[in-house]
Nanobody, 123 residues
Framework: QVQLVESGGGLVQPGGSLRLSCAAS????????MGWYRQAPGKERELVAA??????MYADSVKGRFTISRDNAENTVYLQMNSLKPEDTAVYYC??????????????????WGQGTQVTVSS
């Protein structure tokens, strides 16, 4: 199994910055896609940013303010969030997809979610 642990959420004033981290553990072979999602109260979960096949994508609402990056050596994906707005308030989740060594070293695919971290932007 591949497990993800998120960190970095919190309370920040409008215009402030936060950096979220998502660290993966397990017998990981490779990542195919890494993404950050968010879910605000009463709304559906939405994709915020993603890395796949070497390309990055961002939701229009965060372009120019958020940056997704990865540290391959640490099996970690980050989301740098700048110029935060109250409408960025949500629970943020990471999702990683790839392959890993399962029992008896079989190669298996995974799609794992982090536990979620609260980001609150308020004065």
């Amino acid at each position: 199994q591949v497990q993800l642990v998120e960190s970095g959420g919190g309370l920040v004033q409008p215009g402030g910055s936060l950096r979220l981290s998502c660290a993966a553990s397990g017998r990981i072979i490779r990542f195919n896609a890494m993404g950050w999602y968010r879910q605000a109260p009463g709304k559906e979960r939405e994709l915020v940013a993603a890395i796949s096949s070497g390309r990055t994508m961002y939701a229009d609402s965060v372009k120019g303010r958020f940056t997704i990056s990865r540290d391959n050596a640490e099996n970690t994906v980050y989301l740098q969030m700048n110029s935060l707005k109250p409408e960025d308030t949500a629970v943020y989740y990471c999702n990683l997809e790839g392959s890993y060594f399962g029992d008896s070293s079989y190669i298996l695919n995974f799609s794992s979610w982090g536990q979620g971290t609260q980001v609150t932007v308020s004065s």
